[in-house]
């Protein structure tokens, strides 16, 4: 963060203390409850939600604030916002302040989306007349027109949210602020919004942004505060700390589904006269891991011993999305793998040389079977979890990624030759590769 003067936003070793009462017990019960659960053990009074946090914000910078739930993102916004006043340090905010932190904050629920937006621009210091000038862009932005004679009560979370922004952006902030509402509206709505903080922040407007989306964050923000447990772990230029801020959660959940896998509890059936001992998930360097990126190499590796000699088994894995959809099931036998009679340990190997599959959690079933019955000898059901995480890029919907090209050939609709001498060179590319 840069220290030249004049910021539009100066923070210096702000914090924040939330102190809490016992709530006294109004009953004989209540006391022996309150005895019991509070015997052995000490019950804090005071919770410091920010602590010691200091930076400088240029006009026309954006930044975004992030971390995990309870990280403090939200009570420090509240402290810039001057909803809430800190408890310790200094606070300096140069220009005016549009909000957009909760549901319906702002908002007065009996009274009509109208004469909700002439209140809030009224408390913003406009006039009447000034509002009346805005009115119908307001509306129409936020596609409320039938509904705007309405009271707010009424609304749906989506609604609120629609009402909000459209305030919040028409009003001329100095500084635009935006906590995660954003993400209760549709995608169509939400883009929307992106877009026109995207032409606010070209026009100068300073932002200070709040998601868990980091692809919006990375979108939109020139500079990132990373908060953890009310404490500002990093501050910086967005990239360099996003990619510090990705490793950490990419090494945290993978510590999770590594455990995860350890502990078991899956659904095992079989007749055990071949036993899948061991499965492990290893990267390309060869090392166990839960957590990859899309284009890399996966192996899975199972370790089996056989208590008899069995003639052909067939090793099989079955792959299934998080939400159930089957993606792809191979085995040795389809792959044309004779394994001969098998006896005593071993190891099978499948080796995915490159991961097709998009973001999202994804969990592997490993399997012995007979070749020719339908008999399991073991069956380990969706007993091992990997995860594809977001590497930043802008990728595909879905949850394949094709290896395919894009193409652009002005003009050749209107002619076939073209399309001809295309193909040709498309099938010499393939040739060389």
């Known amino acids: 963060m840069s220290t030249q003067s004049q910021p539009a936003i100066r923070l210096r070793n702000v914090s924040k203390r939330f102190a809490f009462t016992p709530d006294m017990p109004q009953s004989v019960l209540e006391s022996a ?17 920010v602590r010691d946090v200091s930076f400088d914000l240029l006009p026309g910078r954006s930044l975004g604030i992030i971390g995990r739930n309870g990280s403090g993102k939200s009570t420090l916004l509240k402290i810039i916002a001057r909803i809430i006043q800190p408890t310790e340090g200094e606070i300096v905010v140069n220009g005016r302040i549009s909000a957009l932190l909760e549901l319906g904050a702002g908002f007065h629920p009996d009274l009509t989306g109208r004469e909700n937006i002439y209140l809030n621009a009224s408390v913003l ?3 009447k007349s000034e509002t009346e000038r805005l009115f119908a862009d307001i509306v129409e932005f936020s596609e409320l027109d039938e509904f705007i004679n309405m009271p707010v009560k009424h609304y749906s979370s989506g609604m609120y949210m629609r009402l909000g922004f459209s305030v919040a952006i028409h009003v001329r902030p100095d500084i635009l602020i935006i906590d995660e509402i954003l993400a209760v509206g549709d995608q169509s709505f939400q883009t929307k919004c992106i877009d026109r903080i995207m032409e606010m922040k070209r026009a100068g407007t ?11 964050v990375a979108h939109l923000c020139s500079d990132i505060v990373w908060m953890e447990h009310g404490v500002m772990r990093l501050a910086g230029p967005a990239e360099s700390v996003l990619a510090q801020y990705r490793d950490h959660l990419f090494n945290k ?48 590796e199972m370790a089996y011993i056989a208590h008899e000699p069995i003639e052909e088994p067939e090793f099989g894995l079955a792959l299934h999305r998080h939400d159930g959809v089957h993606v792809t099931g191979p085995n040795t036998q389809a792959a044309g793998l004779n394994l001969g009679v098998v006896q005593g340990p071993g190891i099978i190997r499948y080796d995915i040389h490159r991961l097709a599959l998009l973001p999202g959690r994804y969990n592997l079933t490993t399997a012995v ?19 594809i995480v977001d590497n930043g890029a802008r990728q595909a919907e879905g949850f394949v990624l094709l290896d395919a090209d894009w193409h652009w050939l002005p003009g050749a609709a209107q002619s076939p030759a073209l399309f001809k001498e295309f193909d040709t060179q498309a099938v010499r590319m393939v040739a060389e590769k």
């Not at 300073?206 to 919006?216: A, K, Q, V």
């Not at 589904?257 to 492990?280: A, P």
């Not at 079977?369 to 995860?387: L, N």
């Open 33 to 49: 409850i309150a005895a019991v659960t509070r015997r052995g053990r000490h019950i804090p009074h005071d919770l410091w939600a």
């Open 253 to 300: 959940t993978g510590r999770q589904m590594t455990s995860e896998n350890e502990l078991g509890g899956f659904r095992r059936w079989g007749t055990k006269q071949i036993e899948i001992t061991r499965v492990r998930l290893l990267n390309e360097q060869g090392e166990e891991s839960t957590i990859y990126r899309t284009g890399d190499s996966l192996c899975v």
């Open 125 to 127: 210091g406009f006039t």
């Open 206 to 216: 300073t932002i200070i942004f709040i998601s868990h989306d980091l692809r919006n």
């Open 369 to 387: 079977h007979d070749s020719v019955d339908p008999i399991a000898y073991d069956y380990h059901e969706e007993a091992y979890s990997f995860r």
